[in-house]
């Protein structure tokens, strides 16, 4: 186990790439005492932690560490596969964050994130995020996610692969009462959209999405929405 005590200062500006590396053993990540107020970059931060693990990570960030700042929040997570458990403080609203995602197949923020079981994002507020492409895509195991009233992605163009191959993905809330609601993303406000390829794409053990209701979508910019609904049989 790591536990992380140390302060970072406020005037730290750039987390890029901060904790890429990998270990084999078990770990801990405490960042309860970081004050991250002024972190502007966040990308590729626990890019592949513990990928060789053959035990459980996890990390929990208090209230303090405040992500309010931050701009970019691609490959955050990615392919962090022995990534168990993620705690965020209220703090960690990315409400300046432009980018979820990324170009490239795996800058998802939790691509590859493939031994979360659920997340809590209720505190994300995604007013200001243009890329949300890859973000969940290859969680195979996540069952629930925890939406806020402010994941609302209105200026959001691009959802590629956004839940592509989260094969497990069966609830969502976006309330504090009940944590069985049948997935939904009926609150995202799609009007700027306007890549959505293989959006909801699966692989063929999947148990998820049998059911969505995207009456409210305003999907009039879109111009790609190939294999969007895709079950991909090879």
């Avoid at 970072?8 to 004050?35: G, H, I, R, Y």
């Avoid at 966040?42 to 990390?59: D, G, N, R, V």
Wanted: glycine share 4%.
């Amino acid at each position: 186990t790591i536990a992380l005590f140390f302060f970072v200062s406020f005037f730290k500006k750039d987390m890029f790439s901060f904790f890429a590396f990998d270990v084999e053993n078990p770990l801990t990540l405490d960042l309860s005492s970081w004050d991250t107020r002024s972190v502007i970059d966040m990308s590729h931060m626990f890019y592949e932690l513990a990928k060789s693990s053959t035990e459980p990570a996890t990390i929990y960030a208090s209230d303090k560490f405040d992500l309010s700042n931050a701009t970019y929040a691609s490959a955050m997570f990615t392919n962090c596969n022995n990534l168990q458990s993620i705690t965020f403080g209220t703090n960690c609203t990315f409400e300046k964050c432009t980018s979820f995602g990324g170009d490239s197949y795996d800058f998802g923020m939790f691509c590859g994130c493939s031994s979360l079981t659920s997340l809590d994002l209720s505190m994300f507020d995604t007013k200001s995020a243009e890329n949300m492409s890859h973000m969940f895509k290859g969680c195979t195991n996540l069952k629930a996610i925890k939406f806020g009233t402010k994941f609302t992605c209105g200026n959001c163009t691009d959802f590629r692969s956004m839940f592509e191959n989260c094969n497990n993905l069966k609830y969502s809330t976006y309330t504090s009462e009940d944590d069985n609601t049948p997935f939904s993303v009926s609150m995202f406000d799609t009007k700027s959209a306007v890549y959505m390829q293989n959006m909801f794409k699966l692989d063929r053990s999947n148990t998820a999405f049998t059911s969505l209701n995207l009456s409210s979508w305003n999907t009039a910019s879109v111009i790609d929405a190939s294999g969007m609904f895709n079950e991909n049989r090879s």
